[in-house]
């Protein structure tokens, strides 16, 4: 199963997943080549028949920000602590039915806390509900790592399922150590569905 279709720039740096309809219509449009292909299943518009493509490169270069993004959000904030309450250390799949990963504020929102990078960890919903509005010295519930803000790279892929083939172009550009990073939150992920951690803020 293909998840989706992995776009690169002109440049060979690659950019993001596309679904296969939308990566087709830009190689359609002549706005993108076909660099790696799954020969098995070819795609059929009117007219012509594609080889569904894996990897697709854009023609003209695109300039995209360097800074990935500064907003948190809940799928990377997990991603980047390996899908791991941070105070009491149980991963997304030993929760209990009911419960959940949610975001917590070292500093609460409430007591002038912000959503930045540096004050917000994974927490599950018991040890949110258990912090409530407190500062972790006041109730000796410290993260288990001092939440950073991580690099863009390892954050856009790791939440991303990539075929072998469209990971070989990621170490192609990052090098090795991002992939293994890559691989190594790959491995975090909850696990069989993706969707059925439930995402909730507080
Ligand atoms: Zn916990």
Known sequence: ???????????????????????????????????????????R??????????????TRYVHVPRRFRRQVTNTFLFARDGYRCQYCGRAAVELKPREGLTRDHLIPLSRG????????????????????????AEIGMEPLARPTEPHFVHLAWA??????????????????DTLRELERLEGALPRPAEGAVPVTSA
Not at 13 to 34: H, N, W, Y
Not at 45 to 58: D, N, W
Not at 159 to 176: K, N
Request: proline share 8%; glycine share 6%.
């Open 45 to 58: 518009s009117e007219r012509r028949a594609f080889p569904r493509p894996l990897v697709i490169r854009l």
């Open 1 to 43: 199963m293909t998840a989706g279709c992995l776009a690169l720039n002109a440049s060979y740096e690659p950019l993001t997943m596309v679904p296969l309809r939308r990566a087709l219509r830009l190689v359609i449009d002549g706005k993108a080549e076909i660099v790696e292909a799954d020969g098995q299943a070819p795609v």
């Open 159 to 176: 939440v991303r399922r990539l075929t072998p083939i469209q990971a070989r172009y990621i170490r192609t550009f990052y090098g090795e």
């Open 113 to 136: 806390g912000t959503n930045e990078w540096t004050n917000v960890v994974t927490a599950c919903s018991p040890c949110n509900t258990r912090k409530a509005n407190r500062l972790p």
